[in-house]
């Protein structure tokens, strides 16, 4: 007599690719709260990057520079067009405007010793300037952004430029976000704002509906500072090309492209992740659009958003880009997400404030909080003073030294006795993306897919 065949006591453990755990995490979350998440740090998915890039280092067609025995030059000119002081630094790497509120006014100070000694420049951020870091920089651009808070002109004048700020990179379209709990006296006395209360930015300026009213606020900024001060326009990469051709149609000295690398103090994730598009594709357009107006040589380029290493900063010049900026890579370096922070000469353990949080160090994203277990994206009179500024400042100077010698090492590679003189033919692409996005060769070919033939 046959028997039926037992049924199958398989349990599939398979994941479901367009429903895997984060998917599943994120709709739970979503139906218990009806909320949507807000984040600081930048984008955490992969993306094409400079990561996928090689250069072409000399070899017998090509003559390298010896070692450090021949100089290789970092000098650096922005503001060329207009401004009659253009600003002249040491190094191409800059830092990217980091408001006070978003940091703690030991941070800010810690920015602008650091820039200082390495001969760069820091930026304001939103909420306007603090004695901290005008006092501590050499060389510090002021930002005006949609929300004007703290704008001040006596403030503008005594900056050494101006930066209009169209968008971030992290959320092209959308304007900023000061969480009340970093809504300090101080915070709120500068930006006129109530104590405590969620501040958001508006996400375009007041006082324009157009490129052809910014080129007023342009002209207007140029009258209150005597043409002295060169004016750079920062946009969020997205329509990269047009956007750039109408920033320098404006009038802007230099032009700032944030790519959708660059981070945020705090940022709906859906923008963090979804909105703007990469570094590696934005350079290009930007380049492009400079070359296509002939103001190559006239408009300086500022390219920011996920650089973190002297080798993305050599690819961004060879590239085109005139300079960098970076504020992730910085906050890291004074210690963002590590498991300890530096007081009274000694390290102390940070994982039960990294726990409080509900993460552990190297996964923490949780700057819009306000209580940042080492002491940098946080307004609390106690947690900020696990950054001194003296700590902060050398280890932010040592990282932007070994940058700029990994810069020149690999232009010296390359046989270049200045960065700036690093171009397109020293560099190939690793991946098809890559290739088709900077519009280079892949490795090994002479293909650049959907320019030159199969």
């Keep these: 007599m046959e028997t039926k065949p037992e049924p199958l006591k398989h349990v599939s453990r398979e994941e479901s690719a ?10 739970r979350n979503a139906a218990a709260h009806g909320l949507y998440e807000i984040r600081g740090l930048g984008a955490k998915r992969k993306l094409p990057s400079f990561d996928d890039l090689v250069f072409l280092g000399a070899s017998l067609s090509r003559y390298p520079l010896e070692g450090y025995r021949e100089k290789c030059s970092t000098k650096t000119l922005l503001g060329t067009r207009f401004a009659k ?3 002249e630094l040491e190094i191409p790497i800059t830092i990217a405007g980091m408001s006070f509120g978003s940091l703690s006014a030991n941070v800010k100070e810690a920015l602008g010793r650091a820039a200082s000694e390495m001969g760069t420049s820091t930026t304001t951020g939103d909420g306007g300037m603090t004695q901290e870091e005008r006092l501590s920089s050499k ?11 703290g704008f001040n002109p006596d403030d503008v004048r005594r900056a050494d430029a101006i930066e209009m700020v169209i968008g971030q990179g992290a959320k092209p379209g959308g304007g900023g976000m000061l969480l009340g709990q970093k809504v300090s006296p ?25 490129p052809d009213d910014l080129a007023i606020k342009i002209h207007e900024l140029r009258e ?7 004016i750079y326009v920062k946009v969020g990469a997205t329509r990269t090309f047009n956007d750039v051709k109408l920033a320098v149609h404006s009038g802007a000295d230099v032009v700032v492209v944030d790519g959708m690398q660059g981070g945020t103090a705090a940022t709906q994730t859906c923008f963090i992740e979804h909105v703007g598009i990469p570094t590696l594709a934005a350079v290009r357009q930007a380049v492009d659009a400079l070359e296509d107006l002939n103001m190559k040589d006239q408009v300086q380029l500022i390219v920011s958003g996920g650089i973190r290493t002297g080798a993305d900063v050599a690819k961004a010049l060879a590239m085109g ?18 498991e300890s922070y530096i007081q009274d000469g000694m390290h102390h353990p940070a994982d039960a404030g990294y726990a409080a949080l509900g993460t552990a160090a190297g996964f923490c994203h949780h700057c819009h909080t306000g209580k940042c277990p080492v002491g940098i994206t946080t307004q609390d009179v106690i947690l ?3 950054l001194q500024p003296e700590v902060g400042a050398r280890r932010l100077r040592n990282y932007l030294k070994t940058l700029n010698m990994e810069l020149t090492t ?6 270049k006795q200045n960065v700036h003189h690093l171009e397109r033919e020293d560099l190939v692409a690793l991946t098809l993306e890559a290739a088709a996005m900077a519009r280079l060769p892949l490795a090994g070919t002479n293909w650049i897919p959907g320019v030159t033939g199969d």
């Excluded at 690999?410 to 046989?415: D, E, L, Q, S, Y």
Aim: net charge positive; with cysteine; proline share 6%.
């Design 384 to 386: 900020e003073q696990r």
């Design 85 to 87: 002081k253009p600003v």
């Design 186 to 210: 101080r915070v709120a006395g500068m930006r006129t704002l109530p104590e405590g209360i969620d501040q958001r930015s508006a996400s375009r300026h007041p006082d324009w509906t157009g």
């Design 18 to 27: 367009g429903y895997d755990r984060k998917t599943l995490d994120y709709i």
């Design 139 to 149: 060389t510090l651009v002021y930002q005006c952004l949609p929300s004007r808070y």
């Design 321 to 338: 880009a005139d300079a960098v900026s970076i504020g992730q890579g910085v906050l890291v370096a004074l210690g963002c997400n590590s």
């Design 224 to 230: 209150m500072t005597d043409w002295e001060k060169p």
């Design 410 to 415: 690999i232009a010296r590679a390359c046989g």
